[in-house]
């Protein structure tokens, strides 16, 4: 089922919460993302943050006062300046990384303290691009009603439009069918992280797979169950946590987060909880979604010139084909001659050229730049 | 013969003349080269530009006082902030660019006022690599000697070491012999301006060529002799310009520039004299020149990494193969991944990422960037 054809308005929806995953690590669009200015920062793509944009595809769906931003402490403050129409008190900042499990746990414990355990909330995230807002919305309340009315966790699967290798999979199983439940969401079978080549093009081929968004609808009693059985550290962790939320102090949430994040496991959700669910289902979303994984895959969303150069910024071409040519720095000209598959992109104190190919490989330059004497600076 | 493989001292000289041919276009390094800071005031190679080298590499044969240094009157100032030993008086603006035929006339005017007919002078480069300087003197001292004796003009030929067809190339006659005079000479035959890379082949191949380095030694009635013989109203404006000159009066002799200089013939030494004359000998020099015509050729004078990049400033690269890469602005960092036998070049506001191939057409490139509404601030 494809839900951008579906035009009947959205279901009644439960009062559904939003919780944005925005930890993100900047290498993967470095020279213009940076540690202390990840992906979800970057205003390539029409003039604002991924991470505005992410909230700003709620509307309609979930108001700004049922959002929470889940983030790093370090990046806490830069995230309450690109999201000045959340409250403070919304964007979460963890004392360290401990991966989408711990982060999942803390979301949904932080929306109980308020909600209750029949709360909804979808795990959503910052850093990816969506074309078709409103059919992002129309899933995500199909995805919201069954998850209120039955005890699952929905994935929002993706619809793949190639043989993707970075991606996870997921197999579909049989459809899910039930008085009042929204049609298109099947059985999630099981998971298959970055296939290779072969495989993903079986995957595709074959119709019952979805790609893995990173992005899940659930109750916070339905995960928190899930959790105790296949997570039970993380379980009382998040009890813990809730308990602190509950107080409605900061200071106490911050202690608790303090006490209970150096201890937890490192792990993603995938991993430690969905993986062993039986009560996974999924929908089949077909939005324009990308994650935008790279500099060749943010190039697709750039405008392109005639000669099928991506290009952003103050940019001049001659003889150059297929390039992704971006320049972030106002007043700069960057300038592409005769270069085929290219990747150039130019910010204010570092520039990077490679090849299309090479794109994949740019945490490890980043890890060598970082290493030099004076690398602090430029990472 | 070799001239790096003379060991004896200079022969005694006369006191030989230096005029540095100046004015120079920027296209060919952009963007570290500017309409405004044209090559020879890059400062790629060892850490002062081109310009200051060219004038370095006379010590022991010219001091300061007899070099002249002939540019544009826009470059003027420039030149003289780069050559703080020279007296202002010696560095001379052309009002406009009339090509080396009427440069070479008004500087060997210049001299004559001060000299008189028998003062030897050498028209030099400002903007070429000469690897060996004391070769290089060595082949100055001798053509000064053999100028001083004979009413010859000396080439600086220099001895081919590839078939390069952007030279041109200069095919040599009988040995050059006589009473006190300096061994190597040889007369010159044939002006070939950059043939093709089979003729190219044939003339390295068969030892009878040198490239046309643009370098002259003569004595000024020597070639105002010639220019009167094949250029009369060049020859003509000289002898009114060298009137000026004599009068020692600034003014003058400006108000004397910008009379002939809007009439005279825009036409190369080469073509409007050197082709024609009979009285024409050559050297065959071998002291490591490079006229470092485009970026890649610049690439041959700069360090190499490990994987043989050429690289120069603040660079980082990782799986890069045979690129030069050439950054310009401290405290930016250029990073190069993935990606072969490519040009990148940044320097303060404007960056050039081409392939080696493309980087003949960067006067293209600098006229495409030109014309845009914004140009003129990057040009």
Chains 1, 2 share one sequence.
């Not at 943050?49 to 959002?67: D, F």
């Not at 609808?217 to 039970?232: N, Q, Y």
């Not at 960057?334 to 290219?342: P, R």
Request: hydrophobic share 50%; proline share 6%; glycine share 10%.
């Amino acid at each position: 089922m494809k839900s951008t054809d579906r035009k009947s308005p959205l279901p009644r929806s439960p009062r559904l919460w939003a919780v944005i995953m925005a930890g993100g690590r900047g290498e993967r669009f470095w020279p213009v993302g940076r540690a202390a200015r990840p992906k979800q920062f970057v205003d390539l793509f029409g003039g604002k943050p991924l991470i505005a944009h992410a909230v700003e595809r709620l509307r309609g769906l979930v108001p700004p006062e049922r959002v929470l931003v889940v983030t790093s402490r370090a990046l806490a403050a830069a995230t309450r300046r690109a999201l000045p129409s959340l409250p403070p008190s919304q964007i979460l900042g963890e004392p360290c990384a401990r991966d989408t499990a711990a982060a999942c746990a803390t979301a949904t414990a932080w929306v109980r303290a308020r909600a209750g355990d029949d709360a909804v909330l979808a795990i959503l995230t910052a850093d990816h691009l969506v074309a078709d807002a409103a059919g992002f919305r129309r899933v995500l309340a199909d995805a919201a009603a069954f998850a209120a009315r039955r005890p699952v966790m929905a994935l929002v699967g993706i619809r793949p439009t190639r043989p993707a290798t970075g991606y996870g999979y997921v197999e579909l199983g049989a459809p899910c069918a039930g008085a009042g439940l929204p049609r298109g969401f099947r059985k999630a079978k099981r998971f298959v992280e970055k296939p290779n080549l072969g495989a993903a093009a079986t995957y595709v081929a074959s119709g019952r797979f979805v790609w893995n968004s990173g992005m899940f609808v659930w109750r916070a009693g339905t995960f928190l169950a899930a959790l105790a059985a296949h997570a039970p550290a993380l379980a009382a962790a998040a009890g813990r946590l809730g308990a602190a939320f509950e107080t409605g102090r900061p200071a106490a949430a911050a202690r608790a987060l303090d006490r209970e994040y150096a201890h937890l496991e490192k792990i993603s959700v995938d991993y430690a909880v969905m993986e062993k669910a039986d009560n996974l289902v999924a929908a089949r979303g077909d939005f324009g979604w990308d994650d935008v994984g790279a500099w060749p895959s943010a190039g697709d969303h750039l405008p392109r010139d005639a000669a099928g150069n991506a290009v952003s910024g103050r940019v001049e071409t001659l003889a150059a084909k297929g390039c992704v040519i971006v320049n972030a720095q106002p007043g700069h000209l960057l300038a592409v001659m005769g270069a085929e598959n290219l990747v150039a992109v130019h910010a204010a104190d570092a520039t990077l050229v490679c090849t299309r190919e090479a794109a994949a490989g740019l945490k490890e330059l980043v890890k060598k730049i970082a290493a030099a004497s004076d690398g602090a600076r430029y990472v």
